[in-house]
């Protein structure tokens, strides 16, 4: 089955493969680095001293469209909202009452004693 792949192939799967794990733990990875520079710097680690965090579930906006974002909208529904018919309805976040944010945890528990 695989007597026909050659040595380039084979080295430019391992290649894609790696890129592809890299581009999957970048995210980790930069929060890692950033928590560090935070903490050498002298800053809450999470917040960066800005005492508020994104709400995970809206990214920040307090909005998020509804039926989530892997939602199938039909084909009909679609072209209108592309020749300015209808578009996504967005509906308030429930998890951050369309705050957008929260108070940081890490400076709360600094600043409630």
Same mark, same amino acid.
């Given at each position: 089955?695989?007597?026909?792949?050659?040595?380039s192939?084979? +080295?430019?799967?391992?290649?894609?493969? /790696?890129? =592809?794990?890299?581009?999957?733990? +970048?995210?980790?990875?930069?929060a =890692?680095?950033? +928590?560090?520079?935070?903490?050498?710097?002298?800053? #809450?680690?999470?917040?960066?001293? =800005?005492r508020? *965090?994104? %709400?995970?579930? #809206?990214?920040?906006?307090? /909005?998020?469209?509804?039926?989530?974002p &892997?939602?199938?909208?039909?084909? !009909?529904?679609?072209?209108?909202? &592309?020749?300015?018919?209808?578009?996504?309805?967005? *509906?308030? #976040?429930?998890?951050?009452?369309?705050?957008?944010?929260? !108070?940081?945890?890490? %400076?709360?528990? /600094?600043?409630?004693?």
């Amino acid at each position: 089955m695989f007597e026909h792949i050659t040595a380039s192939e084979i +080295a430019g799967y391992g290649v894609g493969t /790696l890129l =592809l794990c890299v581009t999957i733990s +970048a995210p980790k990875i930069d929060a =890692l680095i950033s +928590a560090s520079q935070r903490s050498s710097l002298g800053m #809450c680690k999470r917040c960066g001293d =800005l005492r508020m *965090i994104a %709400c995970s579930r #809206c990214n920040g906006l307090g /909005l998020v469209k509804e039926g989530g974002p &892997f939602t199938i909208i039909p084909i !009909n529904e679609r072209d209108q909202s &592309f020749r300015g018919g209808s578009k996504p309805r967005s *509906i308030s #976040c429930t998890k951050c009452q369309s705050k957008g944010r929260f !108070n940081c945890p890490e %400076c709360y528990k /600094l600043t409630s004693y």
